[in-house]
């Protein structure tokens, strides 16, 4: 394991050494708990996940450690709900008092939640690092969570305006912030990855996602007589499909092929998000500094797929085995409403049985995409990388100490979590 | 003796000094109280007694240990497995064979599902005694807002086919419309409640009525089809009004908003929370509108009879539309067996053949109210 002679540029790689059956154990494990507990087991379930993935995480042949608790998670929740209470209780308050403008309470609230969650994502990721021990030296985070939360709204808006557009920039940009303020031990970390480079190689999805819509979007205004239109719409009353309909004959093909373009534009989404997911992955790996150690990342689309089509195949056992549990209880609601129809046993059951169905197949397709997709882009992620720049490792100073687990659990109660 | 066995009192480990990054090999020594740590040259780096001792997360061949309550990161890790089982066996909180963790996960699983159980007797009895307890105690005004909020929800909800004026029936219809006031105000004033109350008619196809907190009760075009006449479409309205004397919407409110409350803020965010949540509202309460129901007939006979029309007629419609009286009603069967309640409100009301609360040429137009 040791090497003590120093190269003059030392390279190395990240190793990932869990096996896919034992993270599987403790995954399935924890979804029966979650439901045995109705979800209190998360904190625990959650220390476990990643005190696995961080264990057996082997960076240059020396481990992560992952020292947070789960107690810490649950002490975060209670402060977390502490905060969300009254936000909460004010905004339902407002909602009542205000009436019609009450409307407008609840855009703000899920607008001031939504950076409350950017608040809480960057709260979060501190706990993780401060949490992540290496070589006996911990990560730490500082910079302001306000301002990054300030930051991302600001983004996130611009994302929005330009369709998805200056999504590469938000990234890079939100990155640099975070990793600006990263640090391990006193070693600083910074963020090398360029925008119109991600940009660069996103953009022909965006014009394959977009394309469709954009066709459509131009078939209706070709073929639209407006003014007819318009005249159909004004006119009011209980028939205006049929006056639109008549006044614009082409209008029914026109919204026919509108509806495959939009359907071609949802299905390709589908097909390419782990192109996507494999580009982002990539990039933002590459990335990835701390004062001279620099990491390239050789991840590969297809092995992104690799790991879809495995949970596309666990997927389907779990389908089938759930299909067949429902047979008997389908069987049993009908005995039930059949024998006694006036007391409403069969309608209970099958609310029962419905909801229990709903509870089990949602952990269960969950679990296999965190057992198969989630696991193999954090090993993928890990394995594809190629790191320079190692002499530094060995003399590394340290610096900081432990944070509070607070953004942690406002992140859990905003349903941002993560890893 | 020479080839006895021995667990090691001396090995070979990784130490890390918590000061620095650097990786140095060290060789550890098993002494009677403490565990020494000594670099190649001799020098000793550490020394920690065995009751300081943490087991800390490693991957499995590996076994990692720290100073307990140490602000300096130092960590030991040893790669053979003899020698980490010599060193687990003098440290009593090197846990790796994972038994105390084992003891620990179990007495969190059954103080959780105790929280459960107790979670959920809270939600069955607490939450409604709660609601019925401060559903009274709030003043008009407030419940007024509650019912304009609730309000807003459920016109989007009924309102499916084109939000606007043609969704309320009446629009120029005087007549139809006099004769609906003619009715109302007759049980209004026989009722006598303290807030106002307004009747709308809308345009669905649902043989069905709805009192919303506040005071704002909605009649669907499909009860006034169902109606033979004038009382029996009474019967069911003041059905409803009994839901606002009893305060019966801003308890249904309070109770919702209590249930949310617990299940969807205390327990996060498991997947399938929020199904979980609207299935355990309908469910929960529709166990309470049985009682709810049975109230509100009677509170509707005896307001029929004090505004001077036939008791019983609420009990004929009942039968033809299969004791729904509200919304959704069928789906759930919250109602006690429409037989039974049709039996108690003959028993509660006595056979008259008095005179129709609205005249034949009243009762003609309100028909029509939301006809062409």
Redesign the interface.
């Known amino acids: 394991?040791?090497s003590l002679q120093a190269s003059a540029d030392r390279t190395g790689g990240v190793r990932f050494?869990?096996r896919r059956r034992a993270y599987a154990r403790l995954l399935g494990r924890g979804a029966v708990?979650?439901m045995?507990?109705?979800?209190?087991?998360?904190f625990?379930l959650m220390t476990d996940v990643r005190?696995f993935l961080?264990?057996?995480t082997?960076i240059d042949g020396?481990?992560l450690?992952?020292?947070g608790t789960?107690l810490e998670l649950v002490l975060g929740?209670l402060v977390a709900?502490a905060v969300?209470?009254p936000v909460?209780a004010g905004f339902?308050i407002a909602?009542?008092?205000l009436?019609a403008i009450?409307?407008m309470a609840g855009v703000a609230a899920f607008l001031g939640l939504g950076v409350l969650g950017q608040y809480a994502l960057y709260r979060a990721r501190r706990y993780r690092l401060t949490r992540t021990?290496?070589?006996?030296?911990?990560f730490t985070q500082d910079g302001s969570a306000l301002v990054y939360a300030t930051r991302a709204a600001a983004w996130w808006l611009l994302t929005a305006l330009t369709l998805g557009l200056a999504y590469p920039f938000q990234l890079a940009s939100l990155e640099r912030y975070k990793m600006r303020h990263t640090y391990y031990?006193a070693l600083p970390g910074r963020f090398a990855g360029a925008g119109w480079k991600l940009l660069l190689r996103g953009l022909p999805l965006w014009l394959l996602i977009v394309a469709p819509i954009a066709l459509a979007i131009a078939a209706f205004i070709e073929a639209v007589d407006w003014t007819a239109l318009s005249a159909a719409v004004a006119q009011g009353g209980?028939n205006?499909m049929g006056r639109v309909e008549g006044g614009n004959p082409a209008l029914g093909e026109v919204v026919v092929f509108a509806v495959l373009m939009v359907v071609l534009s949802v299905a390709l989404a589908a097909l390419l998000y782990p192109v996507f997911q494999a580009i982002v992955l990539r990039w933002w790996t590459s990335g990835l500094r701390f004062g001279a150690i620099e990491a390239r990342s050789k991840l590969r689309i297809r092995q992104v797929y690799g790991a879809y089509m495995r949970f596309l195949w666990w997927s389907l056992v779990f389908t089938i085995v759930l299909g067949l549990l429902a047979i008997p209880l389908l069987i049993l609601i009908g005995v039930l409403a059949g024998k006694m129809p006036?007391t409403?046993a069969g309608?209970?059951a099958a609310?029962l049985v419905?909801?229990g169905g709903?509870?089990v197949a949602?952990?269960g397709y969950?679990t296999i995409y965190r057992a198969t997709v989630q696991l193999s882009l954090w090993q993928l992620g890990g394995e594809t990388l190629q790191l320079s720049g190692l002499d530094l490792?060995?003399?590394?100073?340290?610096r900081g100490?432990a944070s509070s687990p607070l953004g942690e659990g406002l992140a859990?109660?905003l349903?941002v979590?993560g890893y | 003796m020479a080839n006895t066995v021995q667990a090691p009192t001396a090995g070979a480990g990784?130490f890390?000094?918590?000061?620095?990054?650097?990786?140095r090999?060290v060789r550890v020594t098993l002494g009677a109280r403490t565990l020494t740590i000594d670099d190649v040259s001799g020098r000793l780096l550490a020394e920690w007694p065995y009751e300081e001792i943490d087991g800390?997360?490693?991957?499995d061949n590996?076994l990692?240990i720290g100073r307990h309550g140490n602000?300096?990161?130092?960590?030991l890790e040893i790669?053979d497995a003899a020698f980490a089982a010599a060193v687990d066996a003098r440290a009593a909180n090197v846990d790796r064979s994972g038994g105390m963790q084992h003891r620990q996960?179990l007495a969190?699983?059954g103080l959780?599902?105790g929280?459960?159980a107790s979670?959920l007797v809270v939600a069955w009895f607490g939450v409604p005694a709660l609601a019925t307890r401060v559903s009274p105690l709030l003043p008009v005004a407030?419940e007024r807002?509650?019912g304009?909020?609730v309000d807003?929800q459920i016109r989007s909800s009924l309102d499916t086919r084109?939000a606007g004026a043609?969704f309320e029936c009446g629009a120029g219809k005087t007549e139809a419309r006099a004769a609906l006031a003619h009715l109302t105000q007759r049980l209004e004033a026989a009722a006598a409640l303290p807030l106002p109350l307004t009747f709308t008619v809308v345009h669905r196809p649902e043989a069905n009525a709805l009192a919303i907190p506040g005071g704002q009760v909605y009649v669907f075009e499909g009860l006034i089809d169902a109606a033979r006449d004038a009382d029996e479409l009474a019967g069911v309205i003041a059905h409803e009004i009994g839901h606002v004397a009893h305060r019966d919407g801003t308890r249904a409110v309070l109770q919702g908003?209590g249930l949310s409350f617990l299940?969807g803020?205390?327990?996060?965010?498991?997947?399938?929370?929020g199904?979980?949540v609207i299935?355990a509202k309908?469910?929960l309460q529709s166990s309470y509108s049985r009682e709810v129901e049975a109230a509100a007939d009677a509170y509707g006979v005896g307001l029929m009879q004090k505004a001077g029309g036939n008791g019983r007629a609420l009990g004929t419609i009942l039968v033809r539309i299969g004791g729904a009286t509200e919304p959704g009603m069928k789906?759930?069967?919250d109602h006690p067996?429409t037989r039974a309640r049709v039996a108690t409100i003959e028993r509660l009301a006595p056979a008259v053949a008095g005179p129709s609360m609205l005249s034949m040429q009243e009762w003609t137009a309100l028909r029509g109210i939301c006809k062409g």
């Open positions: 394991m040791a050494l869990g708990l979650l045995a507990t109705l979800g209190l087991y998360r625990w005190r961080w264990v057996n082997a020396e481990t450690e992952y020292a789960p929740f709900v969300l209470v909460y339902f909602a009542l008092d009436g009450g409307e021990i290496f070589r006996g030296l911990r031990g209980d205006v006036e409403g309608d209970i609310t419905g909801l709903y509870v949602a952990l969950s490792l060995d003399h590394v100073e340290a100490g859990d109660a349903n979590g | 990784v890390f000094d918590g000061r620095i990054s650097t990786r090999d800390l997360p490693a991957p590996v990692r602000a300096l990161l130092e960590r790669f996960r969190v699983v959780s599902m929280a459960v979670l407030v807002k509650l304009a909020a807003m084109h043609a908003a299940f803020m205390l327990l996060g965010d498991f997947v399938g929370g199904a979980v299935a309908s469910v789906i759930l069967r067996d």
